[in-house]
């Protein structure tokens, strides 16, 4: 099958998009850089926080290499880098979707922009406070007093920010919800009528978002996001879709007014 060559106009748009692309890739990684080395001045704090629901259990961590502190504490600092940095993210990918979009599709942006922060930041809080402490309860109490407890600062670490990062994500699915449903993409009884479908996609998501291959954690998880879900088709029942718009209609809004 043969392709057509693409016209010069054709080839410069598609640079244009790749440069805009690139331009917000560059935003955002270097929002995040910047936002970690100020963080990693503030490391022993963050240290503090994340360890709190481990040592609440009378648990404590153990380092085992030469090296392993310091790049715990960069690690530490890149995810709060990444947190603190996230609205300046999508605001970056914000700016590269914005031309593609027709202007009441990007007042509902503009709505749902900070309601997406406060969602993200509900997520990590959530699996932070809630979540992460029942869990940690769960592998101490499955331990017994038999074995003795030894948690290695790294992989604490790592678990923790593999479990609270993918919360804020998922907690972002009602605004998503809302916005399709809005432009007209998705309605609610395509969700009503799709939950088995959606649960089994939900606890393969669990499974793959989840840092360990326990099912506890895969349940802790799979359960706030099908709860989610279902906030999601009410969502979408109480959207009324915007609209049908195009480019000539708002040319002729625009001429009548």
């Excluded at 649960?199 to 709860?227: H, K, R």
Aim: aromatic share 16%; hydrophobic share 55%; proline share 5%.
């Amino acid at each position: 099958m043969a392709f057509r060559d693409l016209s010069p106009e054709e080839k410069q748009t598609i640079i244009e998009h790749l440069e805009e692309l690139r331009k917000s890739l560059i935003i955002s990684v270097v929002a995040i850089v910047i936002a970690a080395f100020i963080s990693f001045y503030y490391n022993e704090q963050l240290l503090t926080i994340i360890i709190s629901p481990l040592r609440a259990l009378n648990e404590n961590l153990v380092v085992t290499g030469v090296t392993e502190a310091f790049f715990v504490k960069l690690k530490l600092s890149f995810l709060a880098g990444f947190i603190f940095a996230f609205p300046i993210v999508v605001w970056a990918f914000w700016r590269f979707f914005k031309p593609a979009l027709y202007p009441k599709e990007r007042r509902y942006v503009y709505i749902l922009f900070p309601v997406s922060v406060l969602l993200f930041a509900a997520g990590v809080l959530f699996s932070y406070f809630g979540v992460l402490r029942l869990v940690l309860n769960f592998f101490i109490f499955i331990a017994g007093s038999n074995l003795e407890t030894m948690f290695k600062v790294d992989q604490y670490v790592s678990f923790v920010m593999a479990f609270t990062i993918p919360f804020g994500l998922v907690f972002e699915l009602p605004v998503i919800v809302y916005f399709l449903t809005k432009i007209g993409i998705i309605k609610y009884t395509m969700l009503a009528r799709n939950r088995k479908y959606a649960l089994l996609v939900i606890v393969i998501l669990a499974a793959a978002l989840t840092p360990g291959p326990d099912p506890v954690s895969q349940i802790f998880m799979a359960t706030p996001m099908y709860i989610l879900y279902e906030i999601s088709i009410w969502v979408a029942k109480f959207s009324k879709p915007g609209r049908k718009h195009g480019k000539d209609q708002e040319t002729s809004a625009d001429s009548v007014e």
